[in-house]
């Protein structure tokens, strides 16, 4: 029988997670000396490795003596917890990284909480200490504290502790100890993650924790074996969240090693494996033995807590630049998206719309930028909180928000944050001249509120959030400030009008971009919009004059990406999306319609 090890890799984003399963992946043998393995090797994706982040859980396999430790890599930005509340069930302890000197922050508590529930002890891997500002015994301090305050049980308050720099390939049991490798790390795993529990001799059992696709062999189930043993040509019972039950047989059984997949014949109680051969295979769904049906829990996934509307593109320009323009591509693609990640729902909402709900912008902007990226083309709404009623009483989402700022920034991010009802809980000083406070908000307050929070801490300040609860609806919603410049013609923009509109406000265009009635083409300086004409060229005279040619100087444009465009855009605008331009556009483009339509700002 094999001995094996189950870990998810757990942490707030950007504490060092996927580098420290490289190092193991490096440390264990499991790559040949030759091999060329890129940095961040989990993260497989166009857009994590542009970004440094990590979207989807992923699993791999080392061996290390004689054992197996299948290691799950998890996402640490909020809008992803829905990744890692599935991946928590499957493992039998977690790899709690903690950066020496950010301490604890608000993804730290959520992946927290979700695993000390389901009763792990976890192994708490205080990183980065070659940092200069680290502080480790103050992390360990603040963690003892965190799982206190989470209601940990005497066992797992007595976590054990291991320092590393991941980066740097090495990890120690005492701050004092030589910087030699990851050792001490492999041995705290074979030491303290206990067993996995269930046995070989009774009837199989597995479930599902994550989905792939093969455009060979199908759909493919990841899962973790419970009970018994699986050999590829069983025939399996398939249990689905809701009762029903399909058989199957098991085409492909695919077992995993560092980075690769390899086809395997059997696996037992304990492993994770992926299985072919079930058409309607979900996540959450149970394998079991035909003779002995028996479903697991099923997975409980939170909600989502914000919503879009994603519409057919029918600007003017629509269907000149992308390749999947019409609704039905949209719904197809929205469809297959739901089947993989649970913690997003897809709903048609008519004529050529449908809702996309989401746990925050972001993951609804990687879904964008992704779609874009295949050649689709579509516009998005202004993101919305969704609001639930219980009891009759209105509810909506608050947010557990952590900000760093330099000292002489924090007047100003609290006074705004004041202004979008948020409630001060804490304020600490940090090292380095930076005062960490921590606050409770609306959901709807923090919609737009990123890129202003970089303006005003000038770069420096760095803002986490994570879901809090739902609580009583909070009064009215915040808007923007300033108006927009809406142009008013169509054609080709003009370097000389886009001179004489800039000290109007901030403009989003350049010369040459093509534009159309009803676009925005950049912010106002006054809360007002305005009709501009950004496509007026110099008139032309034949009479010679001294300042005829003179050079006229252009600011650069606001580079406008998805995310800040999204946090930008009020509800009277859109934004379209095509595989070459992101455009912000009012949803009425007709200046008179609109105007008739459109309340006034107060």
């Given amino acids: 029988m094999q001995k094996i090890k189950n870990i998810a890799v757990i942490a707030h984003v950007d504490h060092g997670k996927t580098t420290l399963v490289d190092g193991l992946l490096q440390q264990s043998g499991t790559f040949r000396e030759n091999q060329h393995v890129d940095e961040r090797a989990m993260d497989t994706n166009d857009i994590e490795k542009e970004r440094g982040i990590t979207i989807l859980s992923k699993n791999t396999a080392i061996h290390y003596k004689d054992y197996k430790i299948n290691i799950i890599d998890t996402p640490g930005h909020a809008d992803f917890g829905g990744e890692v509340e599935r991946v928590l069930k ?135 074996i419970f009970n018994g043993k699986i050999k590829r040509g069983d025939n399996l019972t398939l249990v689905k969240a809701n009762g029903e039950t399909a058989n199957g047989r098991v085409t492909k059984l695919i077992g995993f090693r560092g980075l690769e997949r390899i086809e395997i014949d059997e696996a037992e109680a304990g492993d994770i494996v992926a299985v072919a051969g079930f058409g309607t295979i979900d996540i959450g769904d149970t394998l079991c033995d035909p003779n002995h049906i028996e479903a697991l829990d099923p997975l409980h996934i939170e909600e989502p807590t914000l919503s879009v509307m994603m519409s057919v593109n029918d600007s003017p320009l629509a269907g000149t630049e992308g390749k999947h323009v019409t609704g039905n591509k949209i719904r197809e693609r929205l469809l297959k998206e739901a089947e993989t990640n649970i913690a997003m729902k897809a709903e048609d909402a008519g004529e050529g719309k449908f809702r996309v709900s989401g746990r925050g912008e972001l993951q609804i902007t990687i879904l964008a930028e992704n779609m874009r990226r295949e ?185 406008m990406n998805l995310e800040k465009a999204l946090e930008w855009i009020e509800d009277d605008e859109l934004l379209e999306i095509t595989p070459l331009h992101i455009r912000i556009r009012k949803k009425i483009l007709n200046p008179g319609e609109r105007k008739r339509k459109t309340p006034k700002k107060k």
Avoid at 107 to 134: M, Y
Avoid at 416 to 421: D, E, F, S
Avoid at 485 to 495: D, W
């Fill in 375 to 559: 050649g689709f083309e579509f516009s998005l709404s202004r993101p919305e909180v969704i609001v639930k009623v219980e009891d009759g009483v209105k509810l909506e989402p608050f947010e557990f928000v952590v900000v760093d700022v330099p000292d002489n920034y924090s007047g100003a991010v609290i006074e705004k944050l004041g202004k979008r009802k948020a409630e001060m809980k804490s304020m600490a000083p940090m090292s380095d001249g930076y005062t960490r406070i921590e606050f409770e908000i609306p959901a709807r307050g923090l919609i737009g509120y990123r890129g202003e929070f970089l303006t005003d801490t000038k770069g420096e300040g760095i803002i986490n959030s994570s879901f809090l609860e739902y609580r009583p609806f909070n009064g009215t919603h915040h808007t923007r400030v300033p108006g927009a410049l809406v142009s008013m013609e169509n054609g080709a923009a003009a370097g000389f009008a886009i001179f004489n509109l800039q000290e109007r406000g901030r403009m989003f265009i350049k010369p040459q971009d093509k534009l159309y009635v009803g676009m925005i083409v950049g912010e106002h300086a006054r809360p007002n919009d305005l009709d501009v004409n950004p496509i007026k060229g110099k008139a032309q005279s034949n009479v010679r004059s001294s300042g005829a040619d003179e050079a006229i100087k252009l600011v650069p444009p606001a580079d």
């Fill in 90 to 224: 499957m493992v039998d302890s977690v790899l709690l990284l903690v950066d020496a000197q950010e301490g604890v922050m608000p993804q730290t508590k959520f992946v927290v909480k979700k695993a000390l529930e389901l009763g792990h002890r976890p192994i708490v891997v205080v990183n980065k200490i070659d940092k200069p500002g680290s502080e480790p015994d103050r992390v360990v301090d603040e963690v003892f504290d965190l799982f206190d305050a989470m209601g940990a049980n005497e066992d797992q308050l007595e976590f054990p502790v291991v320092y590393a720099a991941a980066r740097d390939g090495y990890a120690k049991l005492n701050l004092e100890d030589e910087n030699k490798d990851l050792t001490p790390l492999f041995e705290t795993i074979l030491s303290e993650v206990p067993e996995p529990k269930g046995s070989v001799d009774n009837p199989t059992q597995l479930q599902v924790f994550t989905l792939d696709t093969d455009p060979f062999i199908g759909r493919i189930g990841i899962s973790r």
